[in-house]
């Protein structure tokens, strides 16, 4: 009885294989599924059975017959998207899951709000290229070839030889992909003449293995203010405005010593947010910060004497994570559709 089913099933599989429209498929319904069809005939056996037997051998049979049924089910989605296609006279795959409208990633959003806010300060958006070389990306930021601070900043190097229009090279050593959006201070500088007050969000890579914290694509937020006199208490005061727009007016900042090579003194920036739950038990790390170390001001021409300034820079996925609750950096990427459309 097993090898009958298995063998009705397998040449429903075939029959079905053969079939490309309507016609076809209704032939074929009645091959298996008419008062005479083969299902059916299937079932005539039970009554010969035994009544031991009959429960064991009608769950058989029932499975099999439900194995077919999903067969001409699959069919007939089958041949319903190939008449979509040839109604619409272009290539689509209608099977796909798409939602009746667009939504904006939730990286995206974030970015967009941070703008917002920094830009309620007078800051305004500077953008750099993700191409770039070690200059720009370490030496100009008082990190030079030696410096154990490279290690972390490991990046992905284009082959060698290869000349971008725009991007000049400082030495042979060719491209490599930012680690950092620093960079973009760099380039800011060497553009354009004090005062300066950007905000550069972009994406940024990294040599790191992915898992629920670490991705070698990630996307990062520089700021740069220089002006005259500018001290920690500006630096101190941007950045508790910004959190507290972000996560609203009870979340707390503390600035923690720490070491950049472009920043001296350099800080980390902890916040703490009481009123959000899980995030209020401890103080988490979310940025880096500092007043512009003089080295940077040298590197882009800029006399340290008249200019001070500082920087800062954060993760927009870490900030995200918080934000939303997300526990694992992979789903920003995934394009699943099931997570996005929690943020549409
Ligand atoms: N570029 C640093 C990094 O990727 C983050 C950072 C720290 C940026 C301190 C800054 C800063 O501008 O002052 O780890």
């Not at 354009?192 to 898992?211: H, K, W, Y």
């Not at 070491?259 to 350099?266: I, K, Q, R, V, Y």
Request: charged letters at 25%.
């Amino acid at each position: 009885m097993e090898d009958n089913c298995t063998s009705l099933v397998a040449e429903a599989r075939e029959m079905l294989g053969q079939v490309s429209d309507r016609a076809g498929l209704e032939n074929a319904k009645a091959v298996f599924f008419s008062a005479n069809g083969k299902v059916r005939s299937l079932f005539k056996l039970l009554s010969a059975a035994s009544s031991e037997e009959k429960p064991v051998l009608g769950q058989k049979i029932n499975q099999c017959k439900i194995a077919i049924e999903s067969l001409f089910a699959e069919k007939l989605r089958d041949i319903e998207s190939r008449e979509i296609c040839q109604n619409l006279g272009e290539k689509v795959d209608p099977s796909i899951d798409v939602p009746t409208s667009g939504g904006v990633h939730p990286l995206s959003q974030i970015q967009e709000t941070m703008v917002e806010i920094f830009h309620k300060l007078g800051f305004t958006v500077a953008l750099g290229t993700e191409i770039e070389t070690g200059w720009f990306c370490y030496d100009a930021l008082n990190m030079p070839d030696s410096h154990p601070a490279r290690d972390s900043h490991d990046s992905f190097f284009l082959s060698p030889g290869l000349q971008i229009e725009n991007i000049s090279q400082h030495s042979s050593e060719g491209y490599i992909l930012r680690s950092h959006t620093s960079t973009v201070q760099v380039r800011t500088m060497l553009a354009e003449q004090p005062p300066l007050r950007i905000l550069s969000p972009g994406r940024t890579f990294r040599r790191d293995t992915p898992d629920a914290t670490h991705s070698p694509i990630f996307h990062q937020c520089e700021g740069l203010v220089v002006d005259k006199n500018i001290s920690v208490a500006d630096l101190k005061a941007v950045l508790d405005f910004f959190f507290k727009e972000l996560f609203g007016n009870r979340c707390e900042t503390r600035f923690r010593p720490s070491f950049f090579p472009f920043t001296e003194p350099s800080f980390e920036v902890d916040f703490r947010a009481p009123h959000l739950g899980k995030l209020g038990n401890s103080w988490i790390e979310v940025a880096g910060c500092g007043t512009v170390d003089p080295n940077v001001f040298i590197s882009v021409g800029y006399d340290p004497e008249q200019w001070s300034g500082y920087a800062f820079g954060f993760g927009i996925e870490r900030i995200a994570m918080l934000m939303y609750g997300i526990d694992d950096i992979r789903l920003f990427y995934q394009n699943d559709t099931r997570f996005l459309r929690q943020f549409a």
